[in-house]
């Protein structure tokens, strides 16, 4: 089942204060960046945040799962608890790894 439009505009509305928020359709479901930066995915209407090591240091409760086959383990964020998606999004942004440059294709 791929995520609906509508879902990604609501979880959008309820971040937009922590910085650029974008996303991108990916195979139905939805990629979400903050400020150029990976965030997370939004697959199944459920919303996947990256992991990183201050997000598992001070919310190590969240319930974790895998957005698709082959994914590893992401933390998984209630889109409708407004408050906390803010505090935790704010918590880890600074340590989201940098988008990395596709490297050119061999001729």
Same mark, same amino acid.
Do not use: H, Q, W
């Given at each position: ?42 697959? !199944?209407?459920? $919303? ?12 190590? /409760?969240?319930? %974790?799962?895998? #957005? ?12 409708? !608890?407004?408050? $906390?998606l803010i505090t935790y999004i704010n918590t880890i942004k600074a340590y989201l790894p /940098?988008?990395? %440059?596709?490297? #050119?294709?061999?001729?």
């Open positions: 089942m791929a995520s609906s439009i509508a879902v990604v505009e609501y979880l959008v509305d309820n971040i937009f204060e922590c910085g650029e928020i974008t996303y991108k359709k990916m195979f139905g479901d939805y990629c979400i960046y903050i400020d150029g930066k990976v965030l997370g995915f939004l697959c !199944d209407d459920v $919303f996947y945040v990256k992991r990183t090591k201050i997000g598992e240091e001070r919310f190590p /409760e969240l319930e %974790k799962g895998y #957005p698709y086959e082959g994914a590893s383990l992401y933390p998984i964020l209630d889109i409708e !608890d407004r408050e $906390f /940098e988008k990395t %440059k596709k490297r #050119p294709k061999p001729l």
